[in-house]
């Protein structure tokens, strides 16, 4: 089976940027290996703990508001239009699935860890709800942990998942007053690592192969990629600056910025090899969900739910949804796919499946203890597995990398300045 892409993918990767990184520029917080910002760091770094960081998510009708105050936090957004999206959380009475998924990928990492022989602790610790980062921060000065590896819980490249988690890193150590005392390095984006990847390609191979069962041809199913949408502006900035004195240009991965280059990237490969076996073509697009904000501000499209719609008029019968931005089955995918999408997909005609999320899978699991151990051993970046055309992606983020318009550049971690 063939696939054909209805959408752009293919892009080159940016032009490198160490060009204008500063003459003796330092990465703050960092271990002594990653302080002057080499993009792959191939020295061996003993680190004393990996700190796992994650969004968070409310555990209780209770936690609801207060959490998304926490997640919109400055944007001076009313309870009243807070409510409209914690209706998402009520319905599941008012627990994100997010903080058992976390509980569970720690488990599976310590396991994973132990099976290697690997004495590293894994602590934990979230952006906006219980156990927040500085609470992971101050359990690793009171056990004696001076040296962490942060592994966020988010696999690309843009300001909400990747700055925005360095930032806030940053704010966790200045907060608890432990600058100067714990160094934090941060493993790269993992979007096109095998590890990943490899759930996505089994869960398309296994759709496909079901739909070719229940005598639906090629040409009648459609496999939808499903990202977080985010504002066009940030997008646009996400990945490294071209230049110093471009920060603000378009950074050769086109409109979309790296962020929908490297989702594109990753369905083109997810594609090639679920269809690896089959002679027949299946087409493909990356969509996207989930967008907030006024509907006057740009948003990257097409939304998961317009898609759809369009769908029967080219004499496509049932779809896969894969939900390609996302590690585990948090709210987004749980609302907005598995209760969104099935109902449009429902309404046109479709059939639809949704393919799991990596979650605790065992390769997954496994690759990202290999993305731990990298950085443990100085693995050199070219003999780090990477399956598309932009990796390995940056250990030490670039400088200018995945502004936020409306915030600018904040300090931040694992990351030169700006």
């Known amino acids: 089976m063939a696939a054909h892409n209805l959408g752009t993918a293919g892009r080159k990767p940016a032009p490198a940027t160490d060009a204008f990184c500063a003459s003796g520029a330092r990465v703050p917080g960092a271990t002594p290996a990653a302080q002057s910002g ?22 209780g009708q209770d936690d609801v508001i207060p959490f998304l105050r926490n997640v919109t936090g400055g944007r ?29 990928l720690r488990a599976a990492l310590e396991a994973e860890l132990a099976a290697r022989g690997v004495d590293l ?30 592994l966020a819980t988010s696999a690309y490249s843009s300001y909400s ?16 007053g432990l600058g100067g005392v714990i160094e934090i390095d941060k493993v790269r984006q993992f979007f096109d690592h095998p590890g990943f990847v490899q759930p996505f390609v089994e869960g398309v191979r ?23 949408s985010i504002p066009t502006t940030d997008a646009l900035r996400s990945g490294p600056a071209v230049s110093a004195d471009e920060l603000d ?15 594109a990237a990753v369905a083109e490969v997810v ?45 496509i019968k049932a779809v896969v949804i894969v939900p390609l931005g996302f590690m ?16 449009t997909s429902a309404e046109h005609g479709l059939q639809a499946v949704r393919v799991p999320t990596p979650g605790t899978h065992p390769a997954f699991v496994s690759g990202l203890v290999d993305l731990v151990m990298e950085r443990v051993t100085g693995t050199p970046a070219s003999d780090r597995p990477a399956v598309t055309e932009y990796g390995p992606w940056y250990d030490v983020c670039r400088p200018g990398c995945c502004q936020n318009v409306r915030r600018g550049f904040q300090p931040a971690l694992s990351g030169i300045a700006p």
């Open 271 to 315: 594609m090639r090899d679920a269809t690896a076996d089959w002679d027949d073509t299946y087409t493909w697009q990356l969509v996207y969900q989930s967008r907030s904000g006024p509907a006057t501000q740009p948003w990257l499209e097409p939304d998961v739910n317009d898609a759809i719609a369009l769908l029967p008029a080219r004499g």
């Open 161 to 176: 998942s990747c700055r925005q988690y360095r930032e806030d890193l940053a704010d966790a150590l200045q907060d608890t």
């Open 121 to 150: 602790p894994v602590l934990w610790g979230n952006r906006n709800w219980d156990p927040y980062l500085n609470d992971a921060l101050v359990e690793a000065e009171g056990r004696g942990f001076r040296r962490l590896l942060t």
């Open 76 to 104: 001076g957004i009313p309870d009243e239009r807070l409510e409209e999206v914690a209706h998402h959380y009520r319905h599941f009475g008012g627990i994100s699935p997010i903080n058992q998924q976390n509980r569970d």
């Open 206 to 228: 296994d759709a496909l192969a079901a739909y070719e069962r229940a005598g639906y041809g090629p040409g009648e199913v459609e496999v939808l990629f499903a990202t977080h």
């Open 38 to 59: 080499p993009a792959h760091v191939e020295q061996p770094v003993a680190y004393d703990a990996i700190l796992l960081a994650g969004f968070g998510g409310p555990e």
């Open 328 to 343: 585990s089955d948090h709210m987004e995918v749980l609302w907005d796919l598995d209760n969104e999408a099935m109902e």
């Open 249 to 263: 240009a378009d950074r050769g991965f086109g409109g979309g910025g790296a962020y929908a280059a490297q989702h």
